[in-house]
Protein backbone atom coordinates (compact mmCIF):
# COMPACT_ATOMS: atom_id res chain seq x y z
CA UNK A 1 0.00 0.00 0.00
CA UNK A 2 1.53 3.69 -0.84
CA UNK A 3 0.24 6.15 1.60
CA UNK A 4 1.39 10.18 1.09
CA UNK A 5 1.42 12.57 4.11
CA UNK A 6 0.96 16.38 2.92
CA UNK A 7 2.74 18.66 5.50
CA UNK A 8 2.31 21.98 6.06
CA UNK A 9 5.41 24.18 6.35
CA UNK A 10 6.20 25.34 9.67
CA UNK A 11 7.17 29.26 10.97
CA UNK A 12 9.94 27.42 13.16
CA UNK A 13 12.84 26.51 11.63
CA UNK A 14 15.61 25.01 12.48
CA UNK A 15 18.33 27.89 11.86
CA UNK A 16 21.47 27.13 9.07
CA UNK A 17 22.83 29.54 5.81
CA UNK A 18 23.19 25.88 4.12
CA UNK A 19 19.78 24.64 2.51
CA UNK A 20 18.89 21.25 4.30
CA UNK A 21 16.17 18.98 3.71
CA UNK A 22 12.59 20.39 4.44
CA UNK A 23 12.06 17.64 6.52
CA UNK A 24 15.18 18.58 8.74
CA UNK A 25 14.80 22.58 8.45
CA UNK A 26 10.97 22.60 9.76
CA UNK A 27 11.09 22.26 13.57
CA UNK A 28 7.00 22.92 14.80
CA UNK A 29 5.66 20.42 16.64
CA UNK A 30 4.15 18.39 13.71
CA UNK A 31 7.31 18.03 12.29
CA UNK A 32 8.99 17.00 15.27
CA UNK A 33 5.78 14.47 15.74
CA UNK A 34 6.37 13.39 12.35
CA UNK A 35 10.50 12.57 12.25
CA UNK A 36 9.84 11.03 15.81
CA UNK A 37 7.41 8.79 14.28
CA UNK A 38 9.04 7.82 11.35
CA UNK A 39 11.89 6.82 13.40
CA UNK A 40 9.41 4.13 14.92
CA UNK A 41 8.81 2.63 11.86
CA UNK A 42 10.58 0.18 9.48
CA UNK A 43 11.90 1.48 6.04
CA UNK A 44 9.37 -0.76 4.18
CA UNK A 45 6.60 1.33 6.24
CA UNK A 46 7.22 4.65 5.53
CA UNK A 47 5.17 6.77 3.56
CA UNK A 48 6.17 9.16 1.09
CA UNK A 49 6.17 12.65 2.38
CA UNK A 50 5.09 16.11 0.32
CA UNK A 51 4.87 19.40 1.94
CA UNK A 52 3.37 22.64 1.01
CA UNK A 53 4.93 26.14 1.21
CA UNK A 54 4.33 29.61 0.58
CA UNK A 55 7.91 29.95 -0.49
CA UNK A 56 7.90 26.65 -2.88
CA UNK A 57 5.04 24.78 -3.55
CA UNK A 58 4.14 21.65 -3.75
CA UNK A 59 7.88 19.08 -2.83
CA UNK A 60 8.98 16.58 -1.54
CA UNK A 61 10.29 16.91 2.07
CA UNK A 62 13.76 15.59 0.99
CA UNK A 63 14.03 18.72 -1.18
CA UNK A 64 16.81 21.28 0.30
CA UNK A 65 15.66 24.56 1.51
CA UNK A 66 17.11 27.67 3.09
CA UNK A 67 15.81 29.62 6.39
CA UNK A 68 12.79 31.88 5.15
CA UNK A 69 9.89 33.82 6.49
CA UNK A 70 6.65 33.86 4.34
CA UNK A 71 3.37 33.60 5.59
CA UNK A 72 0.28 31.25 3.70
CA UNK A 73 -2.74 33.56 3.30
CA UNK A 74 -5.73 32.69 0.82
CA UNK A 75 -4.53 34.79 -2.03
CA UNK A 76 -0.95 33.13 -2.35
CA UNK A 77 -2.65 29.60 -2.11
CA UNK A 78 -4.98 30.48 -5.35
CA UNK A 79 -1.54 31.35 -7.01
CA UNK A 80 0.43 28.85 -6.14
CA UNK A 81 -2.49 26.65 -7.45
CA UNK A 82 -2.21 28.41 -10.48
CA UNK A 83 1.67 29.03 -11.16
CA UNK A 84 3.81 26.53 -12.89
CA UNK A 85 6.42 26.61 -10.57
CA UNK A 86 4.51 26.05 -7.68
CA UNK A 87 4.89 22.29 -8.54
CA UNK A 88 1.69 21.36 -8.07
CA UNK A 89 1.58 18.78 -11.50
CA UNK A 90 4.01 17.08 -10.36
CA UNK A 91 2.36 16.73 -6.55
CA UNK A 92 -0.92 15.70 -8.11
CA UNK A 93 0.79 13.00 -10.10
CA UNK A 94 2.35 11.78 -6.83
CA UNK A 95 -1.26 12.04 -4.95
CA UNK A 96 -2.82 9.88 -7.76
CA UNK A 97 -0.47 7.06 -7.20
CA UNK A 98 -1.35 6.56 -3.22
CA UNK A 99 -3.92 4.22 -2.00
CA UNK A 100 -4.44 6.87 0.84
CA UNK A 101 -2.98 10.29 1.70
CA UNK A 102 -3.34 12.37 4.96
CA UNK A 103 -3.05 15.89 4.75
CA UNK A 104 -1.42 17.46 7.88
CA UNK A 105 -2.18 21.39 8.47
CA UNK A 106 -4.24 24.54 8.63
CA UNK A 107 -7.28 24.79 6.77
CA UNK A 108 -5.73 26.85 4.36
CA UNK A 109 -2.95 24.90 3.77
CA UNK A 110 -5.45 21.54 3.81
CA UNK A 111 -8.02 23.36 1.21
CA UNK A 112 -5.03 24.18 -1.64
CA UNK A 113 -3.66 20.38 -0.79
CA UNK A 114 -7.62 19.42 -1.95
CA UNK A 115 -7.78 20.96 -4.85
CA UNK A 116 -4.23 20.35 -6.02
CA UNK A 117 -5.34 16.72 -5.68
CA UNK A 118 -8.76 16.88 -6.57
CA UNK A 119 -10.88 13.67 -6.49
CA UNK A 120 -9.05 10.49 -4.61
CA UNK A 121 -10.80 7.71 -2.86
CA UNK A 122 -8.73 7.86 0.49
CA UNK A 123 -8.10 11.16 2.31
CA UNK A 124 -8.12 11.71 5.94
CA UNK A 125 -6.91 14.68 7.18
CA UNK A 126 -5.88 16.14 10.55
CA UNK A 127 -8.64 18.46 12.04
CA UNK A 128 -10.29 19.86 15.16
CA UNK A 129 -9.12 20.80 18.52
CA UNK A 130 -5.54 21.82 18.81
CA UNK A 131 -1.90 21.37 17.77
CA UNK A 132 -2.39 18.45 20.16
CA UNK A 133 -4.97 16.63 18.55
CA UNK A 134 -3.61 17.25 15.27
CA UNK A 135 -0.50 15.18 16.76
CA UNK A 136 -2.27 12.96 17.93
CA UNK A 137 -3.94 12.19 14.48
CA UNK A 138 -0.31 12.14 12.62
CA UNK A 139 0.70 9.47 14.83
CA UNK A 140 -2.40 7.39 14.50
CA UNK A 141 -2.43 7.48 11.14
CA UNK A 142 1.33 7.04 10.34
CA UNK A 143 0.28 3.96 12.50
CA UNK A 144 -2.15 2.15 10.28
CA UNK A 145 0.35 0.00 8.08
CA UNK A 146 1.09 -2.94 9.58
CA UNK A 147 2.16 -6.59 8.83
CA UNK A 148 -0.68 -8.89 7.61
CA UNK A 149 1.18 -11.81 7.32
CA UNK A 150 -0.73 -13.13 10.24
CA UNK A 151 2.91 -12.82 12.89
CA UNK A 152 2.51 -11.35 15.62
CA UNK A 153 3.92 -7.87 15.39
CA UNK A 154 7.02 -6.40 17.58
CA UNK A 155 5.85 -2.85 18.80
CA UNK A 156 7.49 -0.68 21.13
CA UNK A 157 5.57 1.32 24.05
CA UNK A 158 5.68 4.49 21.76
CA UNK A 159 4.47 2.61 18.88
CA UNK A 160 1.61 0.86 20.40
CA UNK A 161 1.18 4.87 21.98
CA UNK A 162 1.25 5.90 18.60
CA UNK A 163 -1.07 3.89 16.92
CA UNK A 164 -3.97 4.34 20.16
CA UNK A 165 -3.28 8.03 20.32
CA UNK A 166 -2.67 7.50 23.88
CA UNK A 167 -0.08 9.74 26.22
CA UNK A 168 2.98 8.55 27.32
CA UNK A 169 4.89 9.50 30.08
CA UNK A 170 7.40 11.53 27.17
CA UNK A 171 4.63 13.71 26.76
CA UNK A 172 4.02 13.65 30.52
CA UNK A 173 7.04 14.78 31.19
CA UNK A 174 7.17 17.50 28.17
CA UNK A 175 4.53 18.90 30.29
CA UNK A 176 5.80 19.10 33.37
CA UNK A 177 9.16 20.62 32.38
CA UNK A 178 7.32 22.86 30.15
CA UNK A 179 5.15 24.52 33.14
CA UNK A 180 8.50 24.38 35.11
CA UNK A 181 9.98 26.87 32.31
CA UNK A 182 7.76 29.31 32.56
CA UNK A 183 7.29 29.75 36.11
CA UNK A 184 3.52 30.24 36.33
CA UNK A 185 2.34 32.81 38.83
CA UNK A 186 -1.37 32.97 38.67
CA UNK A 187 -3.94 30.74 40.60
CA UNK A 188 -5.40 30.01 37.68
CA UNK A 189 -2.21 28.63 35.40
CA UNK A 190 -1.01 26.54 38.31
CA UNK A 191 -4.54 25.42 39.13
CA UNK A 192 -4.90 24.16 35.46
CA UNK A 193 -0.93 22.98 35.21
CA UNK A 194 -1.48 21.11 38.39
CA UNK A 195 -4.55 19.66 37.00
CA UNK A 196 -2.87 19.05 33.60
CA UNK A 197 -0.55 17.10 34.98
CA UNK A 198 -2.41 14.76 37.10
CA UNK A 199 -4.42 13.67 34.08
CA UNK A 200 -1.61 13.14 32.11
CA UNK A 201 0.39 11.00 34.72
CA UNK A 202 -2.49 8.73 34.97
CA UNK A 203 -3.29 8.31 31.57
CA UNK A 204 0.70 7.81 31.24
CA UNK A 205 0.40 5.00 33.43
CA UNK A 206 -3.04 3.77 31.84
CA UNK A 207 -1.07 3.10 28.81
CA UNK A 208 1.96 1.34 30.00
CA UNK A 209 -0.65 -1.20 31.49
CA UNK A 210 -2.75 -1.28 28.06
CA UNK A 211 0.97 -1.71 26.69
CA UNK A 212 1.62 -4.51 29.21
CA UNK A 213 -1.85 -6.04 29.30
CA UNK A 214 -1.41 -6.60 25.12
CA UNK A 215 2.23 -8.10 25.85
CA UNK A 216 0.37 -10.47 28.44
CA UNK A 217 -2.33 -11.33 25.58
CA UNK A 218 0.24 -11.97 22.93
CA UNK A 219 -1.29 -9.53 20.43
CA UNK A 220 2.24 -7.85 20.53
CA UNK A 221 5.51 -8.83 21.49
CA UNK A 222 8.03 -6.36 23.15
CA UNK A 223 11.21 -4.97 21.22
CA UNK A 224 14.74 -6.85 22.06
CA UNK A 225 16.10 -4.35 24.92
CA UNK A 226 18.90 -2.10 23.10
CA UNK A 227 22.39 -1.41 24.20
CA UNK A 228 22.57 2.40 25.66
CA UNK A 229 24.97 2.90 23.03
CA UNK A 230 22.46 1.70 20.13
CA UNK A 231 20.02 3.82 22.08
CA UNK A 232 22.44 7.11 21.89
CA UNK A 233 22.56 6.12 18.04
CA UNK A 234 18.73 6.94 17.80
CA UNK A 235 16.85 9.65 15.97
CA UNK A 236 17.76 13.27 17.74
CA UNK A 237 14.22 14.17 17.72
CA UNK A 238 13.77 11.18 20.61
CA UNK A 239 14.47 11.98 23.99
CA UNK A 240 15.32 9.08 24.79
CA UNK A 241 18.16 9.34 22.63
CA UNK A 242 19.49 12.24 24.25
CA UNK A 243 19.35 11.04 27.65
CA UNK A 244 21.33 8.06 26.61
CA UNK A 245 23.76 9.89 25.61
CA UNK A 246 24.03 12.14 28.76
CA UNK A 247 24.20 8.60 30.79
CA UNK A 248 27.31 7.68 28.35
CA UNK A 249 28.86 11.11 28.68
CA UNK A 250 28.73 10.83 32.80
CA UNK A 251 29.86 7.21 32.30
CA UNK A 252 32.76 8.73 30.41
CA UNK A 253 33.63 10.90 32.64
CA UNK A 254 33.70 9.03 36.21
CA UNK A 255 36.18 6.76 33.83
CA UNK A 256 38.60 9.07 33.03
CA UNK A 257 38.27 10.61 36.94
CA UNK A 258 39.44 6.71 38.31
CA UNK A 259 41.62 6.64 35.82
CA UNK A 260 43.29 9.98 36.45
CA UNK A 261 43.75 9.18 40.23
CA UNK A 262 44.87 5.68 39.73
CA UNK A 263 47.61 7.28 37.79
Known amino acids: MTALIVMACSSTKRPGEEAMPAIDRYDGPMWRTLRAALAELGEDCRPEIWFLSARYGFHPADMPIADYEQRMTPSRAAELLRLPTSNHAAFAEAARGADRILLAGGAIYRDAMRRAIGQHPSIAETDGGGIGIHRQ ?31 TMAEARGHIHAGLRSAPTTKTFRRWYESETRRLLIEAGRTASLYQAAIDAGT ?11 IA ?15 LEKRRARRELTEREAA
Open 137 to 167: QLRRWLAVDRDTTGAVPVQSLDAFACERGLV
Open 220 to 230: IIAPPRATLEE
Open 233 to 247: NGHPDLESTHAARRV
